[in-house]
Structure formats: structure tokens, C-alpha cells
């Protein structure tokens, strides 16, 4: 007959359970760098709270998992035992972790924040390809334009430099800007003249205006070289308008490159000047560096690769 005090088969007296995780990972520490202090610096907790997970480690093992001498601490056998076997278990959860985090990365929904009308115009009809490329990455396309906030929810954002965004943002050089005259090409005759040394917008050429870029006009008549353009006709409250004003025939508008490329190319608007760099540049801007590899990196490197075939 067994006494009391040997339990029950089976009770919780007698099943095996495991100590306190937290207990683990300071004894892990302290055992690796041998040492209470570093190992309490390495966690960022007191050299108090090691110690005392270690001897409670020890009292509920019943063994020494320490020696103590000099004011030094030196691993015992069955130190080493639980150490190398400890160290092997958190080995294992941190290739866990990093593995699921990964892959909660990879399936993150991106929200990408793009200048509306380049977001229209220029990477929208493009997008199907990079989801062909990149299938299984959820990107979002927002159209936002100017001054943002990482916090509100962006992930990345597309943005001409025309205003300052914080120093602690990263922001990685697209294509830098280049604007030009556009306007149905059998208006051509009538809004412009020939010279000798090319066209010209002639004297009463209905110029088309957008509230987000009211400059327009006048930036590029400086970056050109020629008098400040007259600056009255239509003013529409954006840039996608008063390009489609264009389309329509409703007079001359400043349109960005990468913003009327295809329309150029097709035939349906017509640069009779070209386009010329006007000092500013594109950005994909994001809230630290991207890691070599990731998706923000791929996404860089992919727009990089459109807009020199534009």
C-alpha cells in the first residue's frame, strides 16, 4: 500500500508538464552567455528577475542548474543538459515564427496610394501584368494625391515632389517628370504655328487649366525657354479632366509624359512641342528601406522597368 504522499497514477501530482516559458528563456540566456547580467540586458529585464526564474527553475526541477562562485556562475552537467535542449526547442519556435511571419507578409494586404490621374492613366491599365507577375500578393490601389500619412493606413504611396514629406520617410527615385503641350491632333492647325525653329502655340489658343496643377502652363513655358504663357481659358477642378478636355477638342493642356503616353502613341493626342523635364521627379515613398527580395523591392523594380518604356 502506498502512502499519500506518492499520489495517484495519473493525478496532476505526478503528470509531467513543463516549466514557465519565461523561466526557460532566462535560464537560456544566463546559460548561454553565463552570466545574469547579459542575460538580463539581452531580454530587458532586471538581474533580479533572471536570478530568480533561474532558482525557481531549480527548485521546481529539483536539481542545480548552476554553480556559484566568485560572484561568476558556471553551467553544472545537468545545467548543460537542460540548455542544449532548451536552446534546440527555441531554435525550432523561432524558425516557426519567422516562417509564419513570413508568410503573413506575403499575404498582407498592401495599400498602394497613387496621384489619381497617373494612377488612371498610366498604372492602372498596366496593373494586370504585375498581378500576372506577382499572383498571390494583395495590393490595393487608392487614388490620393499630395501631403499623406503612413498612419492612416497607406502602405506605400506614388508622389511627385511638389511638396515636402518627412525626413523619416524612404523615398525611391521613379522617373523624373517631363510635360509637354497636348491637343487633338487635327486642332494642331488651328492652336499652333510653324516657326523655324518648330511649332509654336499661336496667339488665342484656348490652353486648358486644372486646379491641382494651376502652374502648369507657366513651369513649362521656364523649363522651355519661352515667354510665361497667357494664362487664361477653362479651368477644370483636375488634371484627369482637363486632359479628357483635350481628347475632346476643347483646347491645348499640359499634359505629363507618362500621363498621355498611350494616348500619343495611339494617335488620339497629339505633342507638337514634345515634352521637356520640368525639374520635378516621381517617388515610391514608404515608411523604412524595403528588404532585398520583398515585394515592395519587386514593385520598385517593376515600375522602374515601365516607365523606361514609356
Known sequence: MFSDKHGELGSPLTSSRL????????FEAAARLENFS???AELHITHGAVSRAVR???????????????????????????ARAVGEGLDVIQ????????????????????????LMRWLIPRWPAFQVLHAGNNIHLAAGGGPFSFASGLDLAIRRDDFDWPDS?????????????????????????????????????ERLHTR????????????????????????????YFSLQAAVAGLGV?????????????????????GFIEDGSRYYLVSPEPFEPGSLQARLLAWLRTLSEQC
Not at 19 to 26: D, F, G, W
Not at 64 to 76: G, N, W, Y
Not at 230 to 238: L, M, W, Y
Request: contains cysteine.
Open 38 to 40: 547579459h542575460a538580463a
Open 19 to 26: 516549466p514557465s516559458l519565461i523561466a526557460l528563456r532566462s
Open 95 to 118: 524558425r516557426a515564427v519567422d516562417g509564419l511571419r513570413a508568410s503573413a507578409r506575403q499575404h498582407q494586404r498592401w495599400v498602394l496610394s497613387c496621384e489619381p490621374t497617373l
Open 56 to 82: 525557481l527553475l531549480e527548485d521546481e526541477l529539483g536539481v542545480l542548474l548552476f554553480e556559484r562562485r566568485s560572484r561568476r556562475v558556471f553551467l553544472t552537467d545537468a545545467g548543460r543538459t537542460l
Open 212 to 239: 491641382t496643377r494651376p502652374n502648369a502652363w507657366q513651369e513649362w513655358a521656364v523649363a522651355a525657354g519661352l515667354p510665361v504663357a497667357d494664362t487664361s481659358g477653362q479651368i477644370f477642378d483636375h488634371f
Open 253 to 273: 493642356a499640359i499634359g505629363s509624359w507618362y500621363q498621355v503616353c498611350d494616348d500619343v502613341e495611339s494617335g488620339v493626342l497629339a505633342a507638337p512641342l
Open 169 to 205: 520617410y524612404h523615398a525611391e527615385l521613379l522617373f523624373v517628370e517631363k510635360v509637354g503641350p497636348v491637343c487633338r491632333p487635327d486642332k494642331i492647325p488651328l492652336w499652333f504655328i510653324t516657326t523655324e525653329s518648330g511649332h509654336l502655340p499661336a496667339p488665342g489658343t
